[in-house]
């Protein structure tokens, strides 16, 4: 009985929360064999963190009630890394417990060394673990490890099975991919991917509308998406890029919309911001339902309102502050309106009142600084106005410090000031709009059609244009000729962009065009 006991502790395996088919464990339900409840537990971990980054895998068949493994196991084990097809063989395991060690090694094909791993305690008691070394290029890399494993025998290895018995498990490794952006505001940035499903390809961001896109591959069935219990997927993002501060985003998942529910926002980090995602099976259903048929999962993630709304968390994780601004755009030489609110993190995130030194800084000038006590009020903001000095420009840093009298509270945010950006991106003219000019200036449109067109495009945010005041008096019906003019010019390639709107302009200006 004391020998029992030491060998259900050496190979029982604890069954702890687990994310099948998306993370790094998953445990299957218990199937019939010759009466007994047995089950297949797959799980994964880095094979030794202080010396590389190696991937292990360790497969056991187990006895669901008592938890303890099958003697004399034969797996059939077929493997997948992503779409890299690795390695199907035959293994036997005298304790039904094999660890498979994933080595990323420059090697033209894929090679398996088996060996077995022992010490002295379990020598005594026959315990010797059965550790197979599969070595191949990229195989550190993480993602997405398919395992088909059949059991051919089981207590004993002439006790073939009629039957086998066969489980298809997905084990999840962590994977970090890293994207450069070479923004034309805040320079040279580096946003990270931690892919925690399976390898991501295609990474873009739209410095104009601040959109993150890539792809994923994923089976679209509901097999999969049964044994799937969530997709987590993680943005690291440098806290110097100030477009991506704010304080919310939205994922799209093959256009379908996801709930803001799934997004958490960490900004614990001092240098860093962290962006989870995490679809569960709910959200995955979803998709499936509404989704037109397709293979993989297309990404898109953007802020989650057009409002600013830029936010940071203190050094000491203590308090978050959320800021805002008017103008939208903030110019040399004017009037500067800062909106902020402290928020305390252990408190429900809701106002509070504390001691605070705020300031304005370019590099190691002040161009503004304040203290006081914030609001606690949640209908109220703290304000900070000033004037932007005429020689400044490009990016500054809204600093928050001592918050409560504590050096260890601060945090900085960057904003800019004359974003040349924000000025370019009114104008945004898709191709096809140049046909609807060019049959205008052909008469093949009248002049209604026309301005119906434009105001629906402009409306939608198809086309932008920068602000322009309304004029007064009533809605003129006639367009002056040399609009008409422009427009073919534009259509034929003979006038910019700019040209065009500057009509577009002018008929909003004169009432010809409403918006």
Partial sequence: M?????????ITFTIVDIYGHGVGSEIFPPVDLNGKQVSLEVSSSTNNPDENDDQQ???SLIDFNSKITLRDVTFLIKSSHGEQFLFEKEFQSDNGFLVLNFISENTESIQIQEENGSNFFASLLGLDNRKINIKGPRLSDGGLYKLDVTILTADGYSNKLDIPLTFNAGISIAQTSKHEINHPIFGLQEINVITYYDEIKNFEYDIES????FSMPFEWSLDNINQTSVVHEELVIPKTFGDLLVSGFSMYVNGIKLSDDIVTIDDF???KRVVHFIISQKELQNIYNNQSPQNGMNFLIKPNSDDIKLSSV?????????VTWEPQNLQSNSKAIIYFDVIDVF???RPIAVNYDFSVTQNDRIIFKQSGISTDSKEKHNIAEFTIPDDINGIVKLNFQNLADNNLASTSIPIVINN???ENNYISIPDWVKNNAGWWSNEQIDDNSFVHAIQYLIKEKIVKVPPTAQGSGTVENEIPSWVKNNAGWWADGQIDDETFVQGLQFLIKNRILRV
């Fill in 420 to 422: 040349s950006l924000s």
């Fill in 314 to 322: 203190t050094s000491n994780g203590q308090f978050r502050i959320f």
């Fill in 2 to 10: 004391i020998s029992l006991f030491i060998i259900s502790i050496l």
């Fill in 210 to 213: 601040k959109e993150i896109t």
């Fill in 347 to 349: 408190l429900k995130n």
């Fill in 269 to 271: 980090f001092s240098e």
């Fill in 57 to 59: 895998i360790s497969i």
